[in-house]
C-alpha cells in the first residue's frame, strides 16, 4: 500500500540538502511533497536552512540571522548550489511543499510570503514550536499545520488538536502503536522522520503510519509503491 512519501530536504541522502538542486531532484523521483526548512537572514528575507548556522552545509561560517541575503548568496551550499530563498524553492518545483519553521521569528514572514505570492494550496506549515504554528493558524486560518516531535512524540496527540494541526510529523524511533492509535483516534495523520531503509520502511507500515520522510531516492520509491 502506498504511503504519502516526503522527500526530506528536498532527497538529501542524493543531493545537497535544501537546494534547488535537491528539490529537483525530489520531484523528479515522484515524492508526494518536498519538506524545506525557514530561517530567516539578518535582513528579514526567508533562507532555506536547517542549521542555526552556516557552517555544516555551506562553506561559510556564523549564524544565519546574523548574515544578510547578500552574503548567503555568496556561499557554496554544496555543488555550486547556492542558498535559496523560500520563494525560489516554491518556484523550483510543483510539488506540494511542508515548510518547517525553524526560527519563530519566521512565521509571521512566512504567512506573508504565503498569502503575497498565493501559495496556499501548496504549502503545509510544519515546526517542533507550537507558537509559530500558533502564529501561522493566527494568521492563516485555512492553511494546513503540523506539529513536528522528536523527544516530546508522546504528547503529540493532545498538542497538536489544541493547535488545530491534521498531521503529526514525528521522529521515528519514538513512536509507538499507542501513539499511533491515539493520533488516529483524534482524527490525526501520522508521518515519521527518518525513515530510510527497507526494514524501517517495513516496522513504518507495521504501525500504520500515514506517510514517511526519506532522505532516499530508492526508499521513496518503495513507500510511493511505483505508482
Known amino acids: ?61 556564523g549564524r544565519v540571522g546574523d548574515l544578510s541575503l547578500a552574503q548567503l548568496r555568496r556561499l557554496d551550499a554544496g555543488l555550486g548550489e547556492g542558498v535559496p530563498l523560500f520563494e525560489e524553492a516554491m518556484e523550483s518545483v510543483s510539488t506540494p511543499v511542508q515548510a518547517e519553521i525553524k526560527d519563530v521569528a519566521a512565521a509571521r514572514v512566512l504567512a506573508a510570503s504565503i498569502t503575497r505570492h498565493g501559495f496556499h494550496d501548496r504549502v503545509r506549515v510544519i515546526s517542533f514550536h507550537d507558537a509559530a504554528l500558533r502564529e501561522i493558524r493566527e494568521l492563516l486560518p485555512s492553511i494546513p499545520i503540523a506539529l513536528v516531535t522528536g523527544e516530546s512524540t508522546r504528547t503529540a496527540p493532545e498538542r497538536a488538536v489544541a493547535l488545530g494541526a ?17 493520533c488516529h483516534a483524534a482524527g490525526l495523520s501520522v508521518i515519521s522522520w527518518t525513515v530510510n531503509t527497507p526494514a524501517e520502511l517495513e516496522r513504518a507500515r507495521e504501525l500504520g503510519l500515514d506517510g514517511v520522510v526519506t532522505d532516499e531516492p530508492e526508499l521513496a520509491h518503495a513507500a510511493l509503491g511505483h505508482r
Not at 535537491?22 to 535582513?43: M, N, W
Not at 491534521?166 to 492509535?181: H, I, K, N, R, W
Open 1 to 61: 500500500m502506498p504511503l504519502l512519501t516526503v522527500g526530506h530536504r528536498g532527497l538529501m541522502g542524493a543531493e545537497p540538502e535544501n537546494t534547488l538542486r535537491s528539490f529537483r531532484r525530489a520531484e523528479k523521483e515522484g515524492v508526494d511533497v518536498v519538506e524545506l526548512d525557514i530561517h530567516l537572514s539578518a535582513d528579514g528575507r526567508l533562507v532555506v536552512m536547517h542549521d542555526t548556522t552556516v557552517d555544516r552545509t555551506t562553506d561559510g561560517h
Open 166 to 182: 491534521d498531521m503529526v510529523s514525528c521522529e521515528f524511533p519514538q513512536l509507538t502503536p499507542e501513539v499511533v492509535g491515539a
